[in-house]
């Protein structure tokens, strides 16, 4: 994982980020079980290139659902991987499943 990533060990700590980010916010987050286990580890290298491209214009933050709860159920997370652009704490698009590089760079075009 990138070092531009952000990995929040709990809602605390993820509302933190939120709060001290003065760009948009990039809230990937992730499962730990059997089936969420494989697309989630790909997702880490996209995500990671996109920490690294948008450096200075964009947070990135790694999430994961069970030790995230409040967050997860705040923007209406119902799998893993999940992508939500916030701004200013606001849901403004929001991407699911397994995003390439491609498909995370429209969710981000014109709103950065």
């Known amino acids: 994982m990138a070092k531009r990533v952000h990995q929040p060990r709990e ?3 993820f509302d933190f980020i939120l709060r001290m980010s003065g760009v948009p ?7 730990t079980w059997p089936k969420a286990v494989e697309p989630c580890r790909a997702m ?3 995500v990671g290139g996109i920490a690294d491209e948008y450096a200075g214009r964009l947070t990135v ?3 994961d659902i069970t030790r995230c709860p409040a967050a997860t ?3 209406g ?21 397994p995003l390439t ?3 995370i760079h429209e969710l981000l075009d014109g709103r950065l």
């Open 11 to 13: 809602d605390a700590e």
């Open 101 to 103: 590089t491609a498909e």
């Open 44 to 46: 880490d290298l996209v």
């Open 25 to 31: 916010v990039l809230a990937y987050f992730i499962g």
């Open 61 to 63: 933050v790694r999430t």
């Open 73 to 75: 159920q705040r923007y």
């Open 77 to 97: 997370i119902t799998g893993a991987p999940s992508c939500v652009l916030l701004e200013h704490g606001e849901a403004v698009a929001h991407g699911a499943g």
